[in-house]
């Protein structure tokens, strides 16, 4: 099995070290690139053709947002996760409406680090379950946008999974809670998605927080 191929995209070089070496570390994981800021990242990702990015928000020259927005207009574009030292911020929320596959800080345990890393590449996204909250309250202005026609179509069933999902939980944790199989619950999000017309459970979070739901 081929390693998953990951770009580094951060303007601190003892940063991208660290985390080279880490990813490096790892049998099914492999570093095919690294860019200082923006710009670079968009020449590098076209030209290793990574599976995943890992793209720090603020950088010089072209910040990690602009870059990210860019390379989602490719044919084939990789799994775009973002990092940041900072709180959680309006800048993630609009990283992950614009398409990014997710969000970590940057001081997130290597281990999770690694996992989301092999997550967003089988197709799933990740978002630190305990910052969501901080992640999207203070950028949504909720009480003053109506409930969508399309909530209204979620049974009381889709709307108990629906909450639990907006908050982070994941399906095995929905499963426990509510005692269904994870099936049931995998069942359940994929309808959920497709009454609400999302790609993801990424998007299903802002959707909550937009329409103040969770």
Request: proline letters at 4%.
């Amino acid at each position: 099995m081929k390693p998953i191929r990951v770009v580094l995209v951060d303007d601190q070089s003892l940063f991208r070290a660290g985390i080279r070496m880490m990813i490096d570390s790892q049998a099914d994981l492999e570093v095919v690139g690294e860019a200082a800021n923006g710009r670079e990242a968009l020449d590098v990702v076209r030209a290793a053709r990574p599976d995943v990015v890992l793209m720090d928000i603020r950088m010089p020259v072209m910040d990690g947002l602009e870059a990210t927005a860019e390379l989602l207009t490719d044919a084939a574009p990789p799994r775009v996760v973002m990092l940041t030292t900072f709180d959680l911020d309006e800048a993630a929320a609009r990283a992950i409406r614009g398409g990014a596959s997710g969000f970590l800080l940057k001081d997130a345990d290597p281990d999770f680090l690694l996992a989301a890393i092999r997550t967003v590449h089988a197709g799933s996204q990740v978002i630190a379950a305990s910052a969501t909250r901080d992640l999207f309250a203070h950028v949504t202005d909720a009480a003053t946008r109506p409930v969508p026609v399309e909530y209204q179509q979620l049974t009381e069933r889709e709307r108990e999974i629906f909450a639990l999902a907006a908050r982070g939980l994941s399906n095995a944790e929905i499963a426990g809670r509510e005692y269904l199989s994870e099936a049931t619950v995998k069942t359940h999000i994929s309808r959920i998605l497709a009454k609400l017309s999302l790609r993801d459970r990424v998007q299903l979070v802002v959707f909550a927080f937009d329409h103040g739901l969770a």
